[in-house]
T-cell receptor, first 113, second 115 residues
Framework: EAQVTQNPRYLITVTGKKLTVTCSQN?????MSWYRQDPGLGLRQIYY???????DKGDVPEGYKVSRKEKRNFPLILESPSPNQTSLYFC????????????FGPGTRLTVL | AQTVTQSQPEMSVQEAETVTLSCTYD???????LFWYKQPPSRQMILVIR??????QNATENRFSVNFQKAAKSFSLKISDSQLGDTAMYFC????????????FGKGTKLSVIP
C-alpha cells in the first residue's frame, strides 16, 4: 500500500529535550516536506527536500532541523524543543506525474511542557 | 509570495442540502494548481478535488465541484447532498506548479453537517 508513515503519532516531552519525528514514504517520491498545523493558522511549511541531500527552509523553519540521507526518509529534528512548538505536524511527499498532489502522513501531535 | 484566503472560519449545513465554501488566492503565476483538502476528526489530510489553472473546465468529483474563476482568483468548493461524514475542516491550497511542489494553505473552514 502506498503510504507516508510518521512516528510517533503522539509525543509529550519537556522543554529542551531533543526529539526526532520520523517520516518515511514508499512511493519513490523525490519531494518531501514538513508542515505544522496550528488552530486558526492552517498548515505552514517548515522544511522541504527536493531530493537526497537537498533540503531548504520553508516558511517557519526556526527551531527545526531536517536531513535527507535516503530518498524514502525525511526526519524532523527538534534539538531544544520549546512550548511554542506544541503543534500537529504533518509529513508529505510527491513527485513527477502526481500533478502536484501531495500525500500526507497521519500526523504527529507534539506537546512540549 | 502566494497567499490563500478562506473568509469563512465556520459554516453549517443541513443534511442533504448544498453548501459552498469560499477561497481566494493571490499569485503572479500563470499556471498553477489549486486543491481542496478535507481534514475529518481523525486529522488525516484527504484530497477532495484538484484544479489545474490552465484548464477552463471546473473540476468535479461526485458530490464535490468547484467554481474556478481565474480572473477573479477565486476557487470555491460546492458540496451537494451534504452527508454527516462531510463534517470536517476544509483547507484550500495553492501550488505554483512547474516542479515547485510547495503548498500554501488557507486557514481553513470548519464545516458542520447537521442531521
Amino acid at each position: 500500500e502506498a503510504q507516508v508513515t510518521q512516528n510517533p503519532r503522539y509525543l509529550i516531552t519537556v522543554t529542551g529535550k531533543k526529539l526526532t519525528v520520523t517520516c518515511s514514504q514508499n512511493m519513490n517520491h523525490e519531494y518531501m516536506s514538513w508542515y505544522r498545523q496550528d488552530p486558526g493558522l492552517g498548515l505552514r511549511q517548515i522544511y522541504y527536500s527536493m531530493n537526497v541531500e537537498v533540503t531548504d527552509k520553508g516558511d517557519v523553519p526556526e527551531g527545526y532541523k531536517v536531513s535527507r540521507k535516503e530518498k524514502r526518509n525525511f526526519p524532523l529534528i527538534l534539538e531544544s524543543p520549546s512550548p511554542n512548538q506544541t503543534s500537529l505536524y504533518f509529513c508529505a511527499s510527491t513527485g513527477p506525474g502526481q500533478e502536484d498532489e501531495q500525500f500526507f502522513g497521519p500526523g504527529t501531535r507534539l506537546t512540549v511542557l | 509570495a502566494q497567499t490563500v484566503t478562506q473568509s469563512q472560519p465556520e459554516m453549517s449545513v443541513q443534511e442533504a442540502e448544498t453548501v459552498t465554501l469560499s477561497c481566494t488566492y493571490d499569485t503572479s503565476e500563470s499556471n498553477y494548481y489549486l486543491f481542496w483538502y478535507k481534514q475529518p476528526p481523525s486529522r488525516q489530510m484527504i484530497l477532495v478535488i484538484r484544479q489545474e489553472a490552465y484548464k477552463q473546465q471546473n473540476a468535479t468529483e461526485n458530490r464535490f465541484s468547484v467554481n474556478f474563476q481565474k480572473a477573479a482568483k477565486s476557487f470555491s468548493l460546492k458540496i451537494s447532498d451534504s452527508q454527516l461524514g462531510d463534517t470536517a475542516m476544509y483547507f484550500c491550497a495553492f501550488s505554483a506548479g512547474a516542479g515547485s511542489y510547495q503548498l500554501t494553505f488557507g486557514k481553513g473552514t470548519k464545516l458542520s453537517v447537521i442531521p
